[in-house]
């Protein structure tokens, strides 16, 4: 689970006295999305003569840009943003390659830039395919390099020094025949344009919108983003979501094309994003996240009702959310079932979320820095906690202990979504199926293990049931539910549970050893190649280095006109 940014500005101009400055609201949307990834960010825009520039690190926005600093480095009327999380068995610090930092890569022909949020299921094979076939070197573990790679190489078949945005969706077709799983994507074509594309499930979120220009009278600009809130904050209008299997193109100065590039499957968005990544005040695929956690919420409050009887109701004394995925749907279960609400627990916002840290001591030490009891809420009372989800269920374990310390005389713990029973393998990783707390145990188990006297499960139909009586008339029709049940909308290559426990593991040893060689020189752009240090060294036709007197300060000169990228976050001098 990542979040993805595009856009292109109306105004397209190379005035330093009226620079167009794409990277402004790049920069702002990031912080709207900053839920959806706190493990790496970065932006990639493009100015002048096709020039790249990037800036990109470890950590939240506001560190990596310096709390808006760094924006000043980054021309140009177009780009592209990404948000990480940490996927199967990665850390911060395992990913801190220049490679690998974020999701943002770049690649020639064309100098293609994408940000990627999703996964890749047949990501061996594609392996195979791009070595075997197409022989292109991969030098990381990333699905978005394998993709990026296949997208470069169908652009490349075309054989065209320059191609259009028939090309563009062509190639695109050709690259979803060969990739398998879920994604949302955004990709900017160096000085051509920026692209939205989207599996053709849907499993993962994309939206556009529109603006109008403030810097030209008449022109619109138009943004791409994982989720509603970041393109409303900025004052864009018109939102639609991007459909399965559905492309769309922005070329500067003109209006979107889009382009059905692969036969819509079954709708199903992941249903996760409802339940607990999203924001309550997005709106995705027509349906309102808010809305849909309030029907968890009596939904929930019915089971509640159902298992504990109208007895089992009366000794409870309050409802307390787990803040803040379940405060709304909390309140529906208090307002269902006629019992008190009270905010029981303090969140400190300065934290980051437990759930998306990326290694398991760190969650379990979070979940004290993250939340505190407020003593007179729990002292002799029966509390009914309801929180989003249970996944591993530690975080669960320590807040039952911190009711009690606060002096509960009962805790019932009640879960917005079902039991959670199987990974899940379109980009978020929740966890390998031996953590998981409802893996071969029931409900009476799992409240044994996390010293509550009652755990209570939103059942499946209820959950999507929630979602769907809010979808609008061409919306969605099922939901990818695969972590429930272990059925997932795509089918899933032989082998490939294996492949993931592996990754998890080989990921988790590369963690404690040093880097690997090869990760210097690996980003390519148009020819040229970033080192270790974020800095471009330009490579003539024929693989030739430029003279040394081309560089100044680490950075290119400004004397070739063709594609280059320099990442501003490498320069130590600017920190």
């Not at 320059?162 to 690259?175: A, C, G, P, Q, Y």
Request: net charge neutral.
């Amino acid at each position: 689970m990542c979040g993805v940014i595009g856009l292109i500005l109306g105004h397209v101009g190379d005035d330093p006295e009226h620079p167009c400055k794409a990277a402004v609201a790049l920069h702002e949307a990031l912080y709207f999305l900053q839920h959806r990834g706190q493990d790496a960010c970065g932006i990639a825009t493009c100015a002048a003569g096709g020039r790249i520039y990037q800036c990109k690190g470890n950590g939240m926005a506001a560190k990596v840009f310096a709390d808006g600093m760094r924006i000043q480095d980054l021309p140009g009327s177009m780009g592209i943003g990404h948000l990480r999380y940490p996927t199967a068995g990665t850390s911060s610090n395992a990913e801190s390659q220049p490679e690998i930092l974020p999701k943002l890569y770049v690649n020639s022909p064309y100098g293609i830039c994408l940000a990627h949020n999703g996964n890749l299921i047949n990501a061996p094979e594609l392996r195979r395919y791009l070595d075997t076939v197409a022989h292109r070197h991969i030098n990381t573990d990333s699905d978005s390099e394998l993709m990026l790679n296949v997208f470069a190489n169908e652009l490349n078949e075309t054989g065209k020094a320059r191609v259009n945005t028939d090309d563009i969706f062509n190639s695109l077709e050709r690259m979803y025949e060969r990739c398998s799983g879920g994604w949302a994507c955004t990709a900017m074509i160096a000085g051509f344009g920026v692209l939205g594309f989207r599996d053709s499930y849907g499993i993962r979120p994309l939206v556009l919108g529109e603006r109008k220009s403030d810097t030209l009278p008449g022109a619109k600009d138009y943004m791409l983003a994982s989720e509603s809130i970041a393109l409303r904050q900025l004052g864009f209008s018109n939102i639609r979501d991007i459909l399965p299997g559905q492309a769309v193109f922005i070329q500067k100065g003109r209006a979107p094309v889009f382009h059905q590039v692969q036969t819509p499957k079954t709708y199903s968005p992941d249903i996760f994003e409802y339940v607990y990544f999203a924001r309550p005040d997005t709106v995705m695929d027509g349906i309102s996240v808010h809305a849909s956690r309030q029907l968890m919420g009596y939904k929930l409050a019915d089971k509640i009702r159902e298992l504990l009887g109208d007895e089992g109701i009366k000794d409870i004394d309050a409802v307390i959310p787990i803040p803040e995925t379940s405060n709304t749907s909390a309140a529906s279960v208090s307002e269902r079932l006629g019992l008190k609400f009270c905010q029981g627990f303090v969140k400190n916002r300065y934290v980051f979320r437990t759930f998306i840290m990326p290694q398991q001591g760190a969650r379990q030490k979070g979940v004290r820095r993250k939340l505190s009891a407020i003593q007179t809420e729990f002292e002799g009372r029966c509390v009914l906690l309801v929180d989003d989800s249970i996944v591993r269920g530690t975080t669960s374990k320590e807040i039952v202990a911190m009711a009690r310390e606060a002096g509960a005389r009962k805790v019932i713990f009640a879960s917005c979504a079902p039991p959670i029973t199987a990974p899940h393998i379109y980009g978020i990783d929740l966890a390998s199926p031996t953590e998981l707390i409802a893996s071969g145990k029931d409900r009476f188990a799992i409240a044994k293990s996390i010293d509550a006297e009652e755990v209570i499960y939103q059942d499946l139909d209820d959950l999507k049931a929630a979602c769907a009586e809010l979808a609008p008339p061409n919306g969605p029709t099922e939901f990818e539910v695969g972590v429930f049940c272990g059925k997932y909308v795509t089918p899933v290559p032989e082998g490939y549970f294996e492949h993931l426990n592996e990754m998890r593991g080989t990921k988790r040893k590369h963690a404690t050893h040093a880097p690997i060689a090869s990760s210097g020189a690996t980003m390519i752009v148009g020819g040229s190649q970033t080192g270790t240090n974020g800095s471009a060294s330009h490579l003539t036709a024929h693989g030739d280095e430029h003279s040394p007197s081309l560089k100044r300060n680490g950075a290119i000169s400004p004397i070739r006109d063709d594609i280059s990228l320099h990442n501003m976050a490498s320069e130590p001098e600017r920190r």
